[in-house]
C-alpha cells in the first residue's frame, strides 16, 4: 500500500514563509507531486520531484529526500491568494496512471 | 483556452433519479480520470481510462459508471445517486506515463435532495 501525510492545517502571515511537509510509506516510490486547491476551485498542479533535492518555481519551491521519506512544499513570500489546500501526491509503483493524493493542508494565510 | 471542461458546474438531482455529469478536453491526452471529492477531503480516484480502457478502483461502488466514447469525452453516469454521493466530482487528464502531473476541469458540484 502508499499513503503520504501531512499536517491538517498550517497557519502563517502575509511576506511570512512557510513549509508543508509530507511524509509517506510505499512499497514502491518514483517521485512526489504538489497540487493547489482553492476552496470551491479544482486542484493545480504546482511542482513534480523525480529526483532527491530542491525545485524552485518562483516563490514556491519543492524539496524530496528519498532516504528519509520525506518531501516539503515550501512558500516564500507569502500573499493572501496563497490560501488554500495543498495536496503531495505520488504516482504508484505498477499503479499505471494513478496517483495517491496526501491527506491534504489547509493553509491559511492572515494578515 | 480551457483545457478540461465539465458541465454542468452545478448539478442538482433527486435521490433515486439518475444523473450523468461529463468532460470533454482539447490536450489530446491519453489518460482521463473521474474523481470524488468530499469537504475537507483529498480527491478520491473513482475509475480511469487509458484511452479506451477502462480501469476501475476496487473500493468504487457499482452506482458509478463511466463511458469514454472519443478521446475528447468522459462521462461518469450516477445510476440511483444516493444522499452519500453529494460531492465535488472532478474529471483530470494526463499524458500516457505521466500520473504526476494531472489537468483537473473545475468540477461539477452534485447536490442528491
Known amino acids: 500500500g502508499q499513503s503520504l501525510e501531512q499536517p491538517s492545517e498550517v497557519t502563517a502571515v502575509e511576506g511570512a514563509i512557510v513549509q508543508i511537509n509530507c511524509t509517506y510509506q510505499?512499497?514502491?516510490?518514483?517521485?512526489l507531486s504538489w497540487y493547489q486547491q482553492h476552496d470551491g476551485g479544482a486542484p493545480t498542479f504546482l511542482s513534480y520531484n523525480a529526483l532527491d533535492g530542491l525545485e524552485e518555481t518562483g516563490r514556491f519551491s519543492s524539496f524530496l529526500s528519498r532516504s528519509d521519506s520525506y518531501g516539503y512544499l515550501l512558500l516564500q513570500e507569502l500573499q493572501m491568494k496563497d490560501s488554500a489546500s495543498y495536496f503531495c501526491?505520488?504516482?504508484?509503483?505498477?499503479?499505471?496512471?494513478?496517483?495517491?493524493f496526501g491527506t491534504g493542508t489547509q493553509l491559511k494565510v492572515e494578515l | 483556452d480551457a483545457m478540461v471542461i465539465q458541465n454542468p458546474r452545478y448539478q442538482v438531482t433527486q435521490f433515486g433519479k439518475p444523473v450523468t455529469l461529463s468532460c470533454s478536453q482539447t490536450?489530446?491526452?491519453?489518460?482521463m480520470y473521474w474523481y470524488q471529492q468530499k469537504s475537507s477531503q483529498a480527491p478520491k480516484l473513482l475509475f480511469h481510462?487509458?484511452?479506451?480502457?477502462?480501469?476501475n478502483e476496487a473500493d468504487t461502488p457499482d452506482n458509478f459508471q463511466s463511458r469514454r466514447p472519443n478521446t475528447s469525452f468522459c462521462f461518469l453516469d450516477i445510476r440511483s445517486p444516493g444522499l452519500g454521493d453529494a460531492a465535488m466530482y472532478l474529471c483530470?487528464?494526463?499524458?500516457?506515463?505521466?500520473?504526476?502531473?494531472?489537468?483537473f476541469g473545475p468540477g461539477t458540484r452534485l447536490t442528491v435532495t
Open positions: 481510462y487509458y484511452d479506451k480502457d477502462f480501469n
Open positions: 510505499t512499497s514502491g516510490f518514483y517521485g
Open positions: 490536450l489530446n491526452h491519453n489518460v
Open positions: 501526491a505520488s504516482p504508484l509503483r505498477g499503479g499505471g496512471n494513478k496517483l495517491t
Open positions: 483530470a487528464t494526463s499524458r500516457a506515463g505521466g500520473p504526476e502531473e494531472q489537468y
